[in-house]
């Protein structure tokens, strides 16, 4: 199934690549506010069903949305059908705290309506560049793991990783973000990643995190380079 998801996504990306180049949107003052609220419900969200790094993910996706990153256009193949997602990545760091173990690298890509909210959701966190996708429940147990879920929010359906490979790579880092917090211990530098999703997603029994519909699975890829984002440093 795999195998044939990877043909079906690469074609996909040739189709994608001949009809339009990948490019940064900027949202204005009051899309950036309604996206940043979204990622907050999003966050609030994932805590009540006892994510807790899927809340802080989106909180973060919600940070940089207010320090002014920009995302990227890209290209998300979904049973088989491309469509056009907007993405960031942030890294967050701890200072010293880390020590030795690798920084988390999210990303959140969603897919806007009319009205520029988020239709669809795709997030990935992951500690490598390629790395086997997992179920969040036995991720973690390494210093390498990735864990992906995608939300389709129109219909309220939520789908988690279990299987496939994915991977967040940072390319470059430059400037400070385009709005930094003065008055909070946040270092935010702009950066530029690669992204790599390439997996068979399940849907969620009514929402569940654990919950395992193993009879609905949806193949999910993706694979961009140039994605905007931030390296976020806690003080």
Not at 52 to 75: K, N, Y
Not at 109 to 136: C, F, H, I, K
Not at 172 to 193: H, I, L, Q, Y
Request: charged share 20%.
């Amino acid at each position: 199934m795999l195998h044939r998801q990877r043909m079906v996504w690469t074609l996909a990306v040739v189709a994608f690549a001949a009809g339009c180049e990948s490019q940064s949107t900027a949202p204005n003052a009051d899309d950036a506010i309604d996206l940043a609220t979204t990622f907050d419900g999003l966050a609030a969200e994932a805590n009540g069903r006892g994510d807790g790094d899927e809340g802080a993910a989106f909180s973060g996706a919600a940070m940089a949305v207010r320090l002014g990153i920009r995302p990227t256009e890209i290209g998300v193949t979904i049973r088989g059908d491309l469509r056009r997602y907007l993405a960031f990545v942030h890294v967050i760091r701890h200072g010293q705290r880390d020590g030795n173990r690798p920084p988390l690298r999210t990303m959140v890509a969603y897919r806007p309506g009319e009205n520029r909210r988020p239709l669809e959701v795709l997030y990935l966190a992951t500690t490598g560049d390629s790395v086997a996708l997992e179920l969040p429940t036995a991720a973690g147990r390494g210093e390498s793991f990735a864990i992906a879920s995608w939300k389709d929010l129109v219909n309220q359906q939520f789908w988690v990783a279990t299987s496939g490979k994915a991977g967040i790579r940072l390319t470059s880092t430059g400037e400070a973000c385009p709005k930094p917090e003065r008055s909070t211990n946040v270092t935010c530098n702009v950066a530029e990643f690669s992204v790599l999703v390439d997996g068979v997603f399940h849907a969620l029994i009514d929402n569940q995190r654990g919950r395992i519909d193993r009879n609905r699975s949806v193949g999910i890829g993706s694979r961009a380079s140039g994605v905007n984002g931030a390296v976020l440093v806690f003080n």
